[in-house]
């Protein structure tokens, strides 16, 4: 849990600085201070009602930025011959790694809110095992369009088409996806920033 709170704390920080050019450790610590505001206040009633909110927020917003976000980058064959082969090959960042982060992500799921609120609100164990099913089957999908999102980023970042707000040259990997989502048509952009937000 120290890990994954961690990473969206860091995850907050980087979207706040690249939006709003703020402070890391401020944002950081401020979206800490309205994380857990929000939780403790509302109890797993509002939990429930934030996790449907947030499937219905983040695929909406990931598959828009991804279909906006393509079309800059050449569409998805372009993204096939601008990025290293390696980008496509699961076993390239060796086996250790993969068989690290499969254990990282099997026990970071078993603490994960999004895992344990669906077993302690349920109203009898059928409830909470259905539950558990289709929040690993809703869940899934983000890292790989997340993950598309961020190759799309580094091929534009790679041509010079990607660049912050002060239009320097975006070489922080953890300000790609931020400084893409504001390349984007501003309402657009901004809706997917704000489903981007309800996620961290």
Known sequence: MLTIGTSQMISAGSLGMTLFGLDFATVVIASAVIFI??????GMIAIAKTHTLHLVSLYSGEILALILSL???????????????????????????????????????????????????????????????IAAIVVAPFGILTALLGMVA??????????????????????????????????????????FSLRS
Request: glycine share 12%; hydrophobic share 50%; charged share 10%.
């Open 37 to 42: 505001a929000m939780t403790l206040s509302g």
């Open 154 to 195: 580094r091929l534009l970042s790679d041509r010079g088409k990607l660049s912050n707000g002060a239009g320097q040259a975006i070489t922080n990997g953890k300000q790609a996806l931020p400084a893409l989502m504001m390349s984007l048509p501003p309402v657009a952009g901004g809706i997917i920033m704000a489903s």
């Open 71 to 133: 079309g800059p980058a050449g569409g998805m064959a372009s993204l096939a011959k601008g990025l290293p082969a390696s980008h496509f090959d699961m076993t390239a960042l060796g086996m250790l790694k993969i068989v690290s982060w499969v254990i990282a992500s099997l026990l970071g799921a078993c603490t994960a809110q999004a895992s344990i609120q669906p077993i302690l609100a349920a109203k009898d164990g059928k409830t909470a095992k259905r539950a558990s099913l």
